[in-house]
């Protein structure tokens, strides 16, 4: 690839960071509950202010911890196989039962993130390194961005940039990576080059939904004005409940008593109006006011009702759960009580199906990177097979109920290793050591019948050689219908 065809892709990669920042920087802040403050008066005071900073409550970040807690890789097989493919040692090497959280909650958060897969410089040239990149500071470059599986190339810009004076960023395509001065001329812009050998443009993205236009789309985006109209019907409610959900009481025709002079004991008069000054009294509900005055009067102002804030909010909640297909119940105050373990399920339905797009989707992405490895090690062309990725099981059923289905399943003729991954809470290494144990048993079982068999056999030879030394002639034992005639 010509260097200036290079300068020309890196800045045209950077005008596309920099045309989605501010939207997905907001998307961002409102996933770490850094939201946009309700509105209030230009002259609040500090009180109010510490009411607009209590009144935000980060719901919209359900959209993502809900279905990132049901969303764990936990193995990659081949059809017909019971255990891992030789890909699946990259992942444990790259530490990716731990990072694969990071990469979907990126995708879920902003709606795209990108893995980038090369031969590792540290190991040399058969161990692949695995990378992982957000949507804010990262960008991927199609010719169809709908169908394609790699892009034509890819530009990461990290937000932490080694030199105050000038932008650096890291451009791949399918024949090296390059190290790219976003703010050098062209002819000194390209600092480095790195050929990577994969054949491909080596970067993978992952998103929860693609449409034909290639456009993603995250979880939080749609979930914004909901969660501002929730944020500020909570600080309506706060500000009832502070200065209108008590009962204020007051009395008027008071006569307040002087302010004497401790000296002289003669009332202590203003400076500039020349007027008495008078103590004000302490109103506390151990305070007891009396008035000699008969034109005095006494009065309560009834406190201001919050039932109809409350359901106003509760109201914004349900709908911010609806948009986000997450299950009434997973939020506290829920009208969802006293459920069965079935009308649970039944609450979960469409969540499980949100889940089981969700899974297909990044499902899709994890097999690209495997395939990816593959080629970093040396083991063959990038094509697609039928390898697929095993997500593990994060059902909300009893130990119980799950035992009772995998025998269920087994006496079917389903195997032990599929069956036991239906089982909440077993890892690939508990099944493979269950599998183990399992074979072992049946072995033991089968040396242990043909010992009997034998055994057995030995003693029926043993029998027929004592009647035969009894009886050499074989005279013995008299056959039936040989001795004679019968009755």
């Known amino acids: 690839m010509s260097l200036p065809v290079v300068v020309k892709r890196a800045r045209h990669a950077k005008d596309l960071i920099d045309r989605d920042f501010d939207r997905l920087n907001l998307v961002d802040r409102y996933a770490q509950g850094a939201h946009r403050a309700p509105w209030m008066p230009s002259k609040a005071n500090s009180e109010f202010k510490d009411l607009v900073k209590r009144s935000i409550v980060n719901v919209s970040v359900l959209a993502v911890e809900a279905p990132l807690n049901a969303l764990r890789v936990a193995g990659f097989r081949r059809p017909g196989s019971g255990e891992n493919a030789y890909e699946w040692v990259f ?23 990108y893995v980038v897969v090369t031969p590792d410089p540290r190991k040399g040239r058969k161990e692949p390194q695995i990378r992982a990149y957000d949507a804010i500071s990262t960008v991927a470059v199609y010719a169809d961005p709908a169908w394609d599986e790699f892009p034509v190339y890819a530009l990461h810009v990290p937000e932490q940039q080694p030199d105050e004076d000038r932008t650096v960023g890291f451009l791949w395509d399918d024949v090296a990576k390059y190290t790219v001065d976003l703010d050098a001329e062209a002819e000194a812009a390209v600092l480095t080059s790195e050929p990577h050998g994969m054949g491909v443009c080596p970067v993978v993205r992952f998103s929860p939904a693609v449409d034909l236009r290639g456009r993603t789309r995250g979880l939080v985006e749609p979930l914004i004005t909901s969660q501002d109209r929730l944020n500020q019907q909570t600080l309506s409610l706060l500000l009832n409940e502070h200065w209108g959900a008590h009962a204020i009481r007051f009395a008027t025709g008071l006569a307040p008593a002087e302010r004497l002079d401790p000296e002289t004991g003669d009332p202590i008069r203003d400076p500039e109006t020349g007027e008495p000054v008078y103590d004000v009294p302490s109103l506390d509900p151990s305070t007891l006011l009396m008035a000699p005055n008969s034109d005095a009067r006494f009065g309560q102002l009834p406190a201001m ?10 109201q914004t909640v349900e709908e911010i759960m609806g948009l986000a297909d997450v299950p009434p119940h997973y939020l506290a105050g829920s009208n969802l009580v006293n459920l069965s373990a079935d009308a649970l399920a039944a609450a979960e339905t469409s969540f499980k199906r949100f889940l089981s797009t969700l899974q297909d989707s990044l499902g899709e992405s994890w097999e690209s990177v495997f395939r990816l490895c593959a080629v970093a090690a040396g083991r063959g062309e990038i094509e697609q097979d039928e390898s697929q990725v095993e997500w593990a099981e994060k059902a909300t059923r009893s130990l119980a109920q799950a035992a009772d289905a995998m025998v269920k399943l087994m006496q079917q003729g389903v195997p032990l290793s599929v069956a036991l991954r239906k089982v909440p809470g077993f890892s690939q290494a508990d099944i493979d050591e269950a599998v183990k144990a399992a074979e072992e048993a049946a072995r033991k079982a089968e040396a242990a019948e043909a010992e009997a068999l034998k055994q057995q056999k030995e003693a029926a030879n043993r029998g027929v050689d004592s009647e035969n030394r009894r009886d050499p002639a074989g005279g013995g034992r008299v056959p039936a219908r040989a001795g004679g005639p019968g009755r």
């Open 305 to 314: 009702p919050t039932g109809d804030l409350l359901a106003s909010r509760r």
């Open 91 to 113: 992942w444990q090497k790259n530490r990716l039962d731990e990072r694969q959280n990071a990469v979907h909650r990126a995708a879920l958060t902003s709606g795209a993130a």
